[in-house]
């Protein structure tokens, strides 16, 4: 079973920043918290991971709360090709890749 | 592009039928992986190969058959499949089991059985 909560849905104006939030209270400290997407009937694409600082890269920012038990995957100006279902998802590293998908968050940006 | 492709991408089959999935990829990984993704469901782990080994097979039926001949390719025989196995069935690809390293995914194969 996944070990994150996410909501069902949510939506964000084209140009604003969309903050997409994810519970993980059972996070373990050898756990890294990884974020995807997935854009209609194609693969899922890889945004971002952390595991205790806050990371930016060119697609988005990621902010771990101090106690590690939630994120928000930050999308700071989404456009419409943002809309997907976004994936949070904990992942212990070491001798397995192993990815637990969840349901997700769809994202709707809406002109 | 995330250099792993998938072929077919559409197939129609009859539950008879014997077919396969073909996953390629590109980015000299040593470790692949089949999803199923059903209608109104997250994404399963199906199969992990890492250097051609099988290391996981997450209680799939005996009627979904992998096979990984090389580090670059990975397949997917079908036989005798139910309506339920209707679904997109995705690879992705990792360096493998090591720190951080994230898995690219291909576009998948949309799979109907009638």
């Known amino acids: 079973d996944a070990k994150t909560t996410q909501p069902t849905s949510m939506d964000c104006a084209e140009g604003r920043a969309a903050n997409l939030p994810c519970n993980h209270s059972?996070?373990?400290?050898?756990?890294?918290v990884y974020w995807y997407r997935q854009i209609h009937s194609q693969g899922p694409q890889y945004i971002i991971h952390?595991?205790?600082n806050n990371e930016t890269n060119e697609m988005a920012s990621l902010i771990i709360t101090e106690d590690r038990k939630s994120s928000t995957l930050i999308l700071p100006h989404a456009t419409l090709r943002d809309t997907a279902v976004y994936y949070c998802?904990?992942?212990?590293?070491?001798?397995?890749?192993?990815?637990?998908f969840g349901t997700g968050t769809r994202l709707q940006v809406f002109p | 592009e995330t250099g792993v492709t998938q072929t077919p991408r559409h197939l129609v089959m009859g539950m008879t039928n014997k077919k396969s999935l073909k996953c390629e990829q590109h980015?000299?990984?040593?470790?692949m992986y089949w999803y199923k993704q059903s209608a109104k469901k997250p994404l399963e782990l199906m199969f992990v190969?890492?250097?051609?080994?099988?290391?996981e097979n997450n209680s799939v039926p005996s009627r979904f058959s992998p096979e990984c001949p090389n580090s670059s390719h990975l397949f997917l025989h079908l036989h005798t499949l139910q309506p339920e196995d209707s679904a997109l069935y995705l690879c992705?690809?990792?360096?493998?089991?090591?720190?951080?390293?994230?898995?690219?995914f291909g576009p998948g194969t949309r799979l109907l059985v009638l």
């Open positions: 992705a690809s990792s360096q493998g089991p090591s720190h951080q390293e994230t898995q690219y």
């Open positions: 059972t996070i373990s400290g050898n756990e890294y």
């Open positions: 952390g595991l205790k």
């Open positions: 998802i904990v992942r212990v590293i070491y001798n397995t890749d192993k990815l637990i």
């Open positions: 980015l000299g990984h040593n470790a």
């Open positions: 190969y890492n250097f051609k080994e099988q290391t």
